[in-house]
């Protein structure tokens, strides 16, 4: 298996539009999860849908690509 890693600076928050508090009381996976359990992806932050599809499909040069929410 080929490893590759994507690194999102400087918080996932920032991409997936769920609190500081969101995550605190319930996880990061679990708030994420319950913020977009039954929303069509097509309603997902364009952001957050760049980074599921670069999951699903690598199509980047070597195997770290840095997803800079910033911009």
Not at 20 to 46: E, F, H, T
Not at 48 to 59: A, S
């Amino acid at each position: 298996m080929r490893w590759r890693i994507i690194t999102v600076k400087p918080e996932f928050e920032n991409i997936t539009g769920v609190s500081k508090s969101q995550i605190d009381r319930q996880g990061k996976v679990q708030a994420a999860y319950n913020k977009y359990d039954g929303l069509d992806v097509n309603n997902y932050p364009v952001k957050l849908i760049n980074v599921l599809n670069l999951m699903i499909e690598w199509d980047k040069p070597g195997a770290v690509f840095e997803v800079d929410t910033t911009i």
